[in-house]
């Protein structure tokens, strides 16, 4: 009896487990400003409950760059719920702030990426993971949305080029030899 | 020939002038899902300071549950690259609530939230604000670099049970008398 229990549990456990959502890969296209900086929204509609992984790949840059980032959704109901476990920029974590709304428990949720150095050349991937429709009625079907926006901000490599390097040393070279100059000159008169 | 010409500068200059005004056609938003749970994204990317008003459309096709959210984050440093000011977020007359700033070192993050709300048949979602630093110093127009985005959730409402039940017994009722009526004249 025990026994049958507890495959009961399990092929149960197995199937709450495999319960998963449809994982979203996006190409996201920052517009340019004309001055160099970028910004840009993201988005995603779940229709389907239990775990998701959804990324969103927005590219490399040249050179640097300062990026801050938003993530936001509301769910008053099992089927328009989201709850977020993590949002990832190339490994860095959004910070979350969660509020309940009348017994609906996390029905506001809002991630914030504050302002982060990435380097050069790194393709630039955000990966989120969460849940969709947590306790949906049987029968229901989920529809839920969550938004987001991205800014960047190129910077200029804090590292001089070898070239700009040794103008600079060459430059600081004669600054003092014209000086020794004129005090050699001073000194014999 | 020099009249003409100085006529279309003087109706391009007028429309010009007209331009910064005029009203963008609402963008129409699709509803995913259904038939009960509906859900819906919208977003705008600003490139140029000054004031905006958004609107985008979507029908209901009968009564519902709205609820919706709407977020941006700027750095304090680049307000005037990547600030968006909200002065309003409505579907029809049902208004998005602001909360509190999130600052988070030298990042504001700025959230609106449109709590549970009954509406019907077409909807018009209008977003209003400035981008960019809003100060009166920055030209309008200035290239900037700003976004905003949020989320729309509806759920159709259909008449429950007892409400059907009542509405029906209230007709056979109603037909009762009618036939009474009838039969007293006769």
Not at chain 1, 45 to 60: E, K, M, Q, R
Not at chain 1, 142 to 152: H, I
Not at chain 2, 145 to 166: I, K
Request: with cysteine.
């Amino acid at each position: 009896m025990k026994i049958k229990n507890l495959a009961a549990l399990m092929t149960l456990a197995i199937a709450c487990a495999s319960a998963s959502a449809e994982n979203f890969n996006t190409t996201v296209t920052l517009s340019p400003d004309g001055l160099g900086n970028f910004s840009g929204p993201f988005a995603v509609t779940h229709l389907g409950a239990g775990a998701f992984t959804d990324t969103f790949n927005f590219g490399s840059f040249s050179g640097p760059v300062d990026i801050n980032g938003s993530l936001v959704t509301i769910g008053t109901s099992a089927p328009q719920d989201i709850d977020f476990v993590s949002a990832l920029l190339n490994g860095v974590a959004f910070s979350f702030t969660k509020t309940s709304i009348g017994g609906v428990f996390e029905a506001r949720e809002r991630g914030g990426l504050a302002s982060t150095r990435f380097a050069a050349n790194v393709p630039l991937l955000l990966t989120v993971t969460g849940r969709v429709a947590d306790g949906i009625a049987r029968g229901q079907s989920p529809a839920a949305s969550y938004s987001g926006t991205l800014n960047l901000l190129p910077q200029v490599s804090p590292v001089p080029e070898p070239g700009a390097l040794s103008l600079l040393l060459a430059g600081l070279a004669s600054v003092v030899w014209v000086a020794r100059r004129r005090s050699r000159a001073e000194s014999a008169l | 020939m020099l009249t003409a010409l100085l006529k279309t500068s003087a109706l391009a200059l007028t429309l010009a002038l007209a331009a910064p005004f005029a009203q963008a056609a609402p963008i129409p938003l699709a509803l995913s899902g259904g038939p009960t749970n509906y859900s819906a994204t919208f977003s705008s990317n600003k490139t140029a300071a000054g004031n905006f008003s958004d609107q985008f459309i979507f029908g209901l096709g009968g009564q519902g549950l709205i609820n919706g959210s709407l977020i941006a984050i700027f750095s304090q440093a680049n307000r005037a690259s990547q600030q968006i000011v909200f002065n309003s977020a409505n579907v029809n007359s049902l208004g998005f609530v602001s909360e509190p700033d999130d600052i988070d070192m030298g990042d504001v993050l700025r959230v609106w939230f449109l709590l549970d709300s009954l509406a019907s048949g077409d909807l018009l979602l209008t977003v209003n604000g400035c981008a960019g630093a809003c100060d009166g110093v920055q030209q309008r127009g200035s290239p900037i670099s700003a976004s905003y985005s949020g989320t729309l959730n509806v759920t159709r409402t259909v008449p429950e049970p007892g409400s059907l039940a009542l509405a029906l017994t209230s007709l056979v009722a109603l037909g009762g008398v009618g036939v009474t009526a009838r039969r007293r004249r006769l």
